[in-house]
């Protein structure tokens, strides 16, 4: 079954606005969640994560926000530009060297003007 | 420079083919993944290694073998292809322990 799992197959916000984009997991060894962004034909790349002894971690416009005990983690994004255009893939592991990340199925998100 | 190398980045296979994937880092990771992309599906682990001479099964090993021959190398290797293997394949490398992954540019491989 799908360990991790993104809600929202797609999304489209207007330039400026915020968003928000879920991730729920089931796995409980889990303690580390990251989001990667692609762009179409290249490939994913980090662009933030967190481990599980905070429960938020901002950076810029992204922030990711952890909810353990709901096995759910977000990621918000303010000011929306233009060049958020992508998918959005969520991750989940457990913070040891001999883990595998798990992604979730993705969302593309648009920013139109 | 690209620290993870994909060869090749485009290709095409007959049904019953055997096709190799390969991909080299310098990262000097312990260890390497590789994912394949299809729409709806997100990433999905294939198989991957914690160093040379070392592979693990991930979530959807069937149809698919690996080989990791030294530290910078790891193959992935279908031996009959079919049209289902029809994807985008990723390979990674990563300290583990939830680390960063950094990917390879992918190999677009078309199964007829």
């Known amino acids: 079954g799908q360990q991790v799992k993104q809600s929202s197959p797609s999304l489209t916000v207007q330039e400026g606005g915020i968003l928000i984009l879920n991730c729920d997991y089931e796995?409980?060894?889990?303690?580390?969640f990251a989001w990667y962004k692609k762009y179409p034909d290249n490939s994913p790349t980090l662009l933030i994560s967190?481990?599980?002894?905070?429960d938020k971690r901002e950076d810029g416009r992204f922030t990711v926000f952890l909810n353990k005990s709901g096995k759910h983690f977000s990621l918000h994004i303010t000011a929306s530009q233009p060049e958020d255009t992508a998918v959005y893939l969520c991750?989940?592991?457990?913070?040891?060297?001999?883990?595998?990340?798990?992604f979730g199925q993705g969302t593309s998100l648009s920013v139109v003007p | 420079e690209a620290a993870v190398t994909q060869s090749p980045r485009n290709k095409v296979a007959v049904t019953g083919g055997k096709v190799t994937l390969s991909c080299n880092q310098t990262?000097?990771?312990?260890?390497m993944y590789w994912y394949r992309q299809d729409t709806g599906h997100g990433l999905r682990l294939i198989h991957y290694?914690?160093?040379?001479?070392?592979?693990e099964k991930g979530d959807i090993p069937d149809g698919y073998k690996a080989s990791r021959p030294s530290q910078e190398n790891f193959s992935l290797i279908l031996e009959l292809a079919t049209p289902s293997q029809t994807s985008v394949y990723f390979c990674?490398?990563?300290?583990?322990?939830?680390?960063?992954?950094?990917f390879g540019a992918g190999t677009r491989l078309s199964v007829l």
């Open positions: 990674a490398s990563g300290d583990g322990g939830g680390n960063t992954l950094y």
């Open positions: 991750a989940a592991g457990a913070s040891s060297s001999f883990s595998k990340l798990v």
């Open positions: 290694s914690y160093g040379a001479g070392s592979t």
């Open positions: 967190v481990r599980s002894n905070v």
């Open positions: 990262n000097n990771h312990n260890n």
């Open positions: 796995n409980d060894m889990f303690d580390y």
